[in-house]
């Protein structure tokens, strides 16, 4: 019984307006920081989590604006994990996100005003596209993809199994590596990948490791100088 009390007075707290979209830029900022790191989920993922559904009791929202969000959020994942294309799903998700958060607080008993919700659905929206555009090059598919279409438009070959004999092997950078490019090593143009700076052509490289079509390049300087 003791906890009702509390929640009511935590409920009335967060559905203020400048609360919601404090939480709501802050769910968003932690999402933003979580797609960016190498970590498939963490503490900062589950505080995202935290922050939207904390926003989202408080406002009693019915289950047609979550379950809009929720389609948006999988049009999004469809788009950089499975059928990455045009980016029709991706538009069609960024509609979807900012209806479920307008749909989200705008319904149920302690709803907000038209002005407020458009706001909130807004800033959570402008969230969601640059977290969108960030992630999208870490996108693994979308990696395979960018190496494939470099690799074809730079005549370069595109190995999905090179060896593990090939590392330490040493070339030198035909095109800008950034990261993606090609580099020459035996005579042969292979897609790689460099972790470090940008590197330009004519810089002499060594491979340093290969996981699956995955190959990644260091300058040869640099590793003298490490």
Same mark, same amino acid.
């Given at each position: 019984?003791?906890?009702?009390?509390?929640?009511?007075?935590?409920?009335?707290?967060?559905?203020?307006?400048?609360?919601?979209?404090?939480?709501?830029?802050?769910?968003?900022?932690?999402?933003?920081?979580?797609?960016?790191?190498?970590?498939?989920?963490?503490?900062?993922?589950?505080?995202?989590?935290?922050?939207?559904?904390?926003?989202?009791?408080?406002?009693?929202?019915?289950?047609?604006?979550?379950?809009?969000?929720?389609?948006?959020?999988?049009?999004?994942?469809?788009?950089?994990?499975?059928?990455?294309?045009?980016?029709? @799903?991706?538009?069609?998700? =960024?509609?979807? !996100?900012?209806?479920?958060? /307008? &749909?989200?607080? *705008?319904?149920?008993? +302690?709803?907000?005003?038209?002005?407020?919700?458009?706001?909130?659905? @807004?800033?959570?929206?402008? =969230?969601?596209? !640059?977290?969108?555009?960030? /992630? &999208?090059?870490? *996108?693994?598919?979308? +990696?395979?993809?960018?190496?494939?279409?470099?690799?074809?438009?730079?005549?370069?070959?595109?190995?999905?199994?090179?060896?593990?004999?090939?590392?330490?092997?040493?070339?030198?950078?035909?095109?800008?590596?950034?990261?993606?490019?090609?580099?020459?090593?035996?005579?042969?143009?292979?897609?790689?990948?460099?972790?470090?700076?940008?590197?330009?052509?004519?810089?002499?490289?060594?491979?340093?490791?290969?996981?699956?079509?995955?190959?990644?390049?260091?300058?040869?300087?640099?590793?003298?100088?490490?």
């Amino acid at each position: 019984m003791g906890v009702l009390p509390w929640w009511s007075q935590a409920e009335t707290f967060i559905a203020q307006p400048w609360v919601t979209i404090l939480l709501l830029v802050a769910a968003c900022l932690l999402l933003f920081h979580e797609m960016l790191t190498p970590l498939t989920w963490g503490l900062t993922g589950n505080l995202s989590v935290v922050c939207f559904a904390l926003v989202l009791l408080a406002h009693a929202v019915s289950g047609v604006g979550v379950a809009v969000l929720i389609g948006g959020v999988a049009l999004l994942l469809i788009e950089t994990h499975l059928l990455p294309g045009r980016g029709i @799903a991706a538009f069609v998700g =960024f509609g979807f !996100v900012f209806g479920g958060i /307008y &749909l989200s607080l *705008s319904d149920g008993p +302690k709803h907000a005003s038209n002005g407020f919700s458009l706001a909130a659905a @807004a800033t959570v929206t402008v =969230f969601s596209i !640059v977290t969108f555009l960030a /992630y &999208l090059p870490k *996108s693994p598919v979308w +990696k395979q993809l960018g190496r494939e279409l470099y690799a074809q438009s730079a005549g370069a070959e595109f190995v999905p199994d090179l060896t593990q004999d090939w590392i330490g092997k040493r070339g030198q950078v035909a095109t800008p590596l950034r990261p993606v490019g090609v580099v020459v090593i035996e005579g042969r143009q292979l897609t790689v990948v460099t972790e470090g700076d940008f590197l330009e052509p004519g810089v002499e490289v060594k491979i340093t490791e290969i996981i699956g079509d995955r190959i990644v390049v260091d300058p040869i300087a640099a590793l003298v100088g490490a």
